[in-house]
């Protein structure tokens, strides 16, 4: 089946910790993204990559490292100095064609304890 | 910068309603707008996409306007459903942001309860 997979589906940081969240797809995108989701707020984007080896800072990309070794990579790392990092993170691909569709994974509940 | 607002934010019908969902959005500069759906700990489904040449879209049951001169989007869900309880959201996609080619911006949503 095509698609975005995310993993793990739920994730335990202990203070001071970092941790990384996988997202992989194999629908051939070439643009992939970040965003979190807190209660009673909208999703924010956080990193976005629009081809192989290249990727921008979104609108909270404080305390969030990325890479994109691979098309169908994009692995987030919530590192230390993410001071609120307990959240719901998504992440979704699209063609790099301004007019195309934008598909989600299942997401990766992030907590710190 | 982009703001987004959903109207209402939460919507209680009882089954085989017909209901309108309402977005709004501050600059008509965007690309495109998709709704989508969301169940509760669980990702976005992708339920329209509008381009800003359109003037609505079509999947079923489901029936999405855009307005893009008065920053406007509605979702027509006809028929409703207990299966159709979830959040929906509302998402148009910037031209002017970096050169992204597709960044979504996103509304709270609207939580939607069919009671059967």
């Not at chain 2, 329209?48 to 027509?76: M, P």
Request: with cysteine; proline share 4%.
């Amino acid at each position: 089946d095509g698609g975005i997979t995310q993993s793990p589906k739920y994730l335990f940081r202990k203070e001071g910790q970092n941790v990384t969240l996988s997202c992989e797809q194999n629908l051939n995108h070439d643009a992939m993204y970040w965003y979190r989701q807190d209660p009673g707020q909208g999703l924010r984007l956080i990193y976005y990559s629009q081809i192989v080896n290249d990727f921008q800072k979104g609108d909270i990309a404080e305390g969030y490292s990325v890479s994109r070794e691979k098309k169908e990579s994009f692995p987030l790392t919530v590192t230390s100095a993410q001071k609120n990092p307990t959240a719901f993170y998504l992440c979704a691909s699209s063609t790099s064609s301004m007019h195309t569709e934008a598909f989600f994974g299942q997401g990766t509940r992030l907590t710190v304890v | 910068k982009q703001e987004v607002t959903q109207i209402p934010a939460a919507l209680s019908v009882p089954e085989g309603e017909n209901l309108v969902l309402n977005c709004s959005f501050t600059d008509s500069a965007i690309y495109n707008l998709q709704w989508f759906r969301q169940d509760p700990g669980k990702g976005l489904t992708s339920l329209l996409l509008i381009q800003s040449s359109q003037r609505e879209q079509t999947s079923g049951r489901l029936n999405a306007s855009l307005d893009k001169s008065s920053g406007r989007s509605t979702l027509y869900i006809a028929a409703s459903q207990p299966g159709d309880s979830a959040t929906y959201l509302c998402a148009p996609a910037v031209i002017h942001y970096g050169g992204a080619t597709n960044k979504l911006i996103f509304g709270t949503g609207t939580l939607l309860a069919v009671q059967p």
